[in-house]
């Protein structure tokens, strides 16, 4: 999600009132949002709980999926959210600072993720407002690492946004952004763990460069993104007449955003080379007869394109797993989400398009694949549940 930095700071008084929108009472228990909200300057480090090297990543990020699932499903169990009830405030301004705060994250993710967006638009109004004020957090997050002042940003930074991330679920928003999702998060059975995984995910970026093999890259993979589908699941729904397991759809979230960075790394070789960083398996390069030199060089060779066409192959696994979870989303979260997967997925064909150049050549999707991709991913999204659970 490379951009601009997107610190978007109100002055304190808009942040203070914003702080009596975010909801008093009714709200899921595990979110853990007080019954008192008050401002938020603090600072501590909180570490990420996905962390036991006894055990393979894909055994550690499928707990929390669980966590995330046993959410979802007593929530199911409950009386559905009235998420359009206003809670009493001190004046109709203060409801007005909290719309303008889902108002610019909507710009944002319209500025940012035009074919999302436009997807967003055909969710119910209280979930797209949701969906962008996750997405918002989430470029944030990575701009920290990833953008223009990105060689500024130091593990003690870091620290200092968990902790906005800690208040914020607590009912302390820092600024009008924040105060956007710490309304989602009230609202949604939305738990924090995702969050923490994914600024955990920044941390690796600052000190780790090289993946040994497949199962180092699969927990940054989730770090970074598969945290998205986990945070977003629950804003989007699952469908009421769906079959599937809630692990189930939980784990094609989480494909599909491990299929999604496979796809950035593989797309981005070069780009990540020249800053000195390799996100390929280091063990399946040496198997293939290849080497970081071998990267930093750039030159496609018959060494090079098989070990491409092996990576592709796994990643097209994963969204392959992703495409059966897309289904069974609430019906109006489904075209967003199918968008997405389809664009995605066909970077994987533009690079061997390109001959597996993805040293000098940039594999992109153009405008015109672009939109016509939309027909076939509303399609997609109007044939309901599947019947692969």
């Not at 007005?96 to 909507?106: K, M």
């Not at 436009?118 to 957090?137: C, F, K, S």
């Not at 019906?331 to 968008?339: D, I, K, N």
Request: a positive charge.
């Amino acid at each position: 999600m490379a951009g601009v930095l997107l610190w978007v700071v109100c002055p304190k008084g808009n942040a203070t009132a914003l702080l009596s929108l975010i909801p008093r009472s009714g709200k899921h228990k595990r979110c853990r949002v007080h019954q008192k909200v008050k401002f938020s300057t603090g600072v501590s480090a909180i570490s990420s709980a996905v962390a036991n090297p006894a055990r393979s990543s894909e055994e550690k990020v499928y707990d929390v999926v669980l966590k995330q699932a046993a959410l979802v499903k007593e929530q199911r169990g409950k009386k559905p959210l009235d998420l359009g009830t206003r809670t009493e405030t001190d004046g109709f301004t203060d409801w007005d600072l909290l719309n303008e705060a889902y108002d610019r994250c909507g710009e944002v993710c319209a500025e940012y993720a035009k074919t999302f967006y436009l997807g967003t638009l055909l969710m119910t109004p209280e979930r797209r407002r949701a969906v962008w004020a996750i997405y918002v957090w989430c470029r944030r997050t990575d701009e920290l690492v990833d953008g223009p002042n990105a060689s500024h940003i130091t593990p003690r930074a870091l620290d200092r946004w968990e902790k906005r991330l800690d208040d914020l679920f607590e009912g302390r928003p820092y600024d009008m952004l924040d105060a956007a999702l710490s309304d989602t998060v009230s609202k949604y059975p939305v738990d924090i763990q995702p969050f923490k995984d994914m600024i955990e995910g920044m941390r690796l970026d600052l000190r780790k460069s090289r993946y040994m093999n497949f199962d180092e890259l699969y927990l940054y993979c989730y770090y970074v993104a598969g945290t998205v589908g986990l945070m977003s699941v629950p804003v989007m729904g699952i469908a009421p007449e769906s079959k599937a397991s809630v692990e189930s759809v939980y784990n094609a979230a989480l494909a599909l955003g491990i299929a999604n960075q496979l796809t950035n790394i593989l797309r981005d070789v070069g780009e990540d080379a020249r800053r000195g960083r390799i996100y390929l398996p280091q063990d399946e390069l040496a198997q293939f007869g290849l080497s970081d030199d071998d990267i930093f060089r750039g030159q496609v060779t018959d060494k090079w394109r098989n070990f491409m066409k092996d990576q592709i192959k796994r990643a097209r696994m994963f969204f392959d797993e992703a495409e059966k979870g897309v289904s069974e989303l609430n019906a109006a979260s489904r075209w967003p989400v199918w968008a997405s997967l389809l664009l995605y997925r066909q970077i994987l064909d533009v690079i061997e398009e390109n001959d597996y150049n993805n040293f000098s050549k940039r594999a992109y999707v153009g405008k015109v694949k672009k939109f016509a991709s939309l027909p076939v991913a509303y399609g997609r999204a109007l044939m309901g549940t599947s019947k692969l659970f």
